[in-house]
C-alpha cells in the first residue's frame, strides 16, 4: 500500500472516528454524569439513547439511494453531525437531546454506508480488498478517546464540557479528512437491473442475524459505563471500562476479516457471536473489576469484528451492490438497535438492576447465532459456496 492508498484509508478512519466513535458511542461514556446532573432515569437514558438509532436506520436506508454526489453529502453530513455533538452540550431539554441524537444518527447512518462502500470501490479497484477491515478501527478509536476524555473534561466542569471538547477533536479529525480525500473521486453507482436482488439466499439470513447483533449488542453498548458506574466497588473504573472496549475494537476488524480469509467465513462469524455472548453475560455472573474489564475487552473486540466481517461477506454475495448490501445490513442492523435500549430500560425499571437486560440481550445474540447457522444449513446457494471456498478479496 503505497502514501496515497494509506492516506484515503487513514482518512475513512477519521470519518468513522468521529460518526461511530464520537457521534454516536460518546454518549455512553457521557450518560452516567448525564443521569447525575440532571437526575435522569435509566428508562429516560434509553429513549435518549434510542433517539440516535432511530436517525441511524433513516440515514443507512437514505444512503442506499445516493448515488451521485456522494463525497460532498458526505461531507455536509459530517459537518451536521459534529454540530449535533456540539449542541448536546448547550441544551438541557429531554426532547432537545432526544431530537439532536437522531439528527445524529442520520447523520452517522450516512457517513457510515457511504464512506465504507466509497473505500471498498476505491480499494477494489487497487486490488487492495484486504485492507478493508482497518477502516472499522476508527469506531474503536473513537470509542477509546471517548472513554478516555470524557471523564478528564467532567474533571473540569461538567458533562457540557465533555460535549465541547468531544466536538473539538471531532471538528480536528474533519479537518484532516478532507485533506486526505482532497483528491478522492466517488466510483459511480450504476443502478443493476431489478432482476438482480440484492436480499435473496443467504444474504436474507445474514441480514436477520445481523439486525438480532445489533439489538443484542447495542444494551451493553449503550449502558455499559453506567453499569459499571452504579457498582460503588468498581465505579472509578466506569470510564477505563469504555477505554477497554475500544482498545479491543481497535484491532478486531483487521484480525478477523484476516480470519476469515484464512478459514471458513461463516465459521469465523459464529465464534465471534460466541464470544460476544460470553462477554455480554459475564457482569451478571461477576462484578469484580477484572471480569468486567475482561467483558469489556471481549465485547469491543467482537461488536466491530461483527459489522466488518458481515459488511464484507455481504459484499463477496453481490461485488457489484456495495451500497446496497451495506444500507440493507446497516438498516436491518438499526432496527435492532432502536429496540434494544428501550427494552433495556423497561427491564431495569421492572427488575432494578441490569442483569436481566444483559440476559435478554445474550438470548438474542445467541438466536442470530442459530439463525446464521440454519440459514447455512437450508441456503447453501452455489454463490455461498463460491464466497465459502476462496478468501475475501
Not at 452540550?89 to 466509497?118: A, E, K, Q
Not at 459499571?228 to 473504573?237: D, E, F, G, L, M
Not at 477497554?244 to 457471536?273: D, E, H, N, Q, R
Amino acid at each position: 500500500m503505497n502514501r496515497k492508498h494509506f492516506s484515503i484509508m487513514i482518512g475513512a478512519i477519521l470519518f468513522l472516528t468521529i460518526a461511530m466513535g464520537i457521534g454516536r458511542f460518546s454518549f455512553t461514556s457521557v450518560l452516567p454524569f448525564l443521569r447525575e446532573s440532571e437526575n435522569l432515569s435509566v428508562q429516560t437514558g434509553s429513549v435518549i439513547a434510542a433517539g440516535n438509532y432511530i436517525g441511524y436506520l433513516v440515514g443507512a436506508f437514505a444512503a442506499g439511494w445516493i448515488v451521485k454526489y456522494q463525497k460532498s453529502i458526505l461531507g455536509l453530513n459530517v459537518f451536521l453531525c459534529i454540530l449535533s455533538v456540539f449542541f448536546m452540550g448547550v441544551t438541557d431539554h429531554v426532547s432537545i437531546w432526544f431530537s439532536l441524537r437522531i439528527v445524529s444518527g442520520i447523520t452517522g447512518g450516512i457517513i457510515f454506508v457511504l464512506t465504507s462502500s466509497m473505500l471498498m470501490d476505491y480499494l477494489a479497484k487497487y486490488q487492495l480488498g484486504k485492507w478493508s477491515g482497518y477502516t472499522f478501527s476508527g469506531i474503536g478509536l473513537g470509542i477509546a478517546i471517548s472513554g478516555l476524555v470524557v471523564p478528564l473534561f467532567v474533571s473540569y466542569g461538567n458533562w457540557r464540557i465533555a460535549y465541547f471538547g468531544l466536538t473539538a477533536i471531532a471538528a480536528f479529525c474533519m479537518v484532516i479528512t478532507f485533506i486526505l480525500w482532497r483528491n478522492l473521486r466517488a466510483e459511480p453507482h450504476i443502478k443493476s437491473p431489478k432482476s438482480d436482488k440484492v436480499l435473496r439466499g443467504f444474504m436474507v439470513w445474514l441480514t436477520i442475524a445481523y439486525g438480532l447483533e445489533g439489538l443484542g449488542y447495542i444494551i451493553t453498548g449503550t449502558f455499559l459505563v453506567d453499569l459499571v458506574h452504579s457498582i460503588p466497588s468498581i465505579q472509578q473504573y466506569a470510564g477505563f471500562s469504555w477505554v477497554i472496549v475500544g482498545l479491543g475494537a481497535i484491532p478486531s476488524a483487521p484480525l478477523w476479516i484476516w480470519l476469515m480469509t484464512t478459514y471458513k467465513p461463516t465459521t469465523i462469524l459464529s465464534i465471534a457471536y460466541i464470544i460476544q455472548i460470553v462477554a455480554v453475560i459475564l457482569p451478571v455472573l461477576t462484578t469484580n473489576i477484572w471480569t468486567v474489564l475482561l467483558s469489556a475487552l471481549l465485547f469491543g473486540s467482537t461488536f466491530v469484528g461483527l459489522v466488518a466481517m458481515s459488511t464484507s461477506y455481504g459484499r463477496q454475495l453481490f461485488p457489484k451492490k456495495s451500497a446496497s448490501v451495506v444500507s440493507i445490513l446497516t438498516t436491518s442492523y438499526a432496527i435492532g438497535q432502536i429496540i434494544g435500549p428501550i427494552a433495556a430500560g423497561i427491564l431495569v425499571k421492572q427488575y432494578g438492576s441490569y442483569n436481566a437486560a444483559l440476559v435478554f440481550a445474550s438470548i438474542i445474540i445467541l438466536f442470530a447465532l442459530i439463525l446464521l447457522r440454519v440459514g447455512l444449513l437450508f441456503q447453501k446457494s452455489p454463490t455461498t459456496q463460491a464466497v465459502e471456498s476462496t478468501s475475501l478479496e
